[in-house]
Structure formats: C-alpha cells, structure tokens
C-alpha cells in the first residue's frame, strides 16, 4: 500500500496546495468507502439511497414522512426522490397513502419488509463501518468528526 496520495495517484509533481492535497485525499477517501458500501448494499438489492431512505422512515415512525421531508434528510444530494420511492414501493418495502386529512399529503411509511431488512442490516453496517473505522482512536474520530463538520458548515455557508 502507498503512504501518500501522491504516491497512490503515481503523481510526479507536488501537489499545487496543502487544500487541493487535503480536498482530493478526501475524494478519494470518500470514493474508497462509499465503493466497499455499495457492493455491500448491492449483495442485498438495495443503493445506498435506498438504504438511507429505509433508515430515514424507520426512526420517522408509524407516521411516516412526505417525500420533501425524506429528500430534505437524505445524506447525499436526491433529485428525484419519487422515482426512488416508486422503485423501493415496486420493491414492496415501502407504502405510500394519501393522508385523509390533508389529500395533499402522501406520507410514505415502511412495510414489514422494509422494516425487517432495515433490522437485519444493522449488525452489518455497524461491522462494515468499524472495519472502515475502527483503527481509529475514539479521539481521532472526534477530531475527523469535528474536521469534517467544521468543512461542511463553511460550504452550506457559501
């Protein structure tokens, strides 16, 4: 295994600056680890959005969410939510059903198997994330949590 990125990349020149250095060891960190998730989702016929949404609407409840709500908390960029819950519904692991109350509102909820694949998957993940993570220190976790929180604040406030 390479030491450093530029050794990864087979990159002869320094890098331009410590920010294009740091910003592309993110990329390609990032790319690493959403790439071991989703041959991990795909083993058990999901995206990593569909994940995402099946764990959104387990901790929504009975009550379910509408889809702006869902698009709004998903952790990477949807545009097309309702395609992706026409495909998880075809699936049978999600249920939408206008509200009788507002016949505006569709709250989307799952269905017990939505719901038990949810389950089933906790362990794995959990595993799946301590093996991407887990040579870490609780410190040095802290410190990336709080890196990475500080890097996103700044571009939600550009």
Do not use: W
């Amino acid at each position: 295994m390479s030491a450093t990125l530029q050794d990864e990349l087979h990159q002869r020149r320094p890098f331009q600056s410590l920010e294009e250095e740091a910003a592309l060891n993110l990329y390609r960190t990032t790319s690493l680890l959403a790439d071991m998730f989703e041959v991990f989702y795909r083993q058990h016929g999901l995206t990593a959005t569909q994940y995402n949404v099946l764990r959104i609407l387990r901790g929504a409840g009975e009550a379910g969410l509408g889809r702006n709500d869902i698009r709004e908390r998903l952790v990477g960029r949807m545009p097309d939510v309702t395609r992706l819950l026409d495909k998880m519904e075809e699936a049978g692991l999600v249920q939408r059903e206008r509200s009788h109350v507002d016949r505006r509102c569709v709250p989307t909820v799952l269905t017990p198997k939505g719901r038990a694949l949810v389950d089933e998957l906790d362990e794995p993940v959990a595993a799946l994330q301590h093996r991407q993570l887990g040579h870490l220190t609780p410190g040095q976790l802290h410190t990336l949590i709080e890196t990475l929180t500080l890097i996103r604040l700044q571009v939600v406030q550009d």
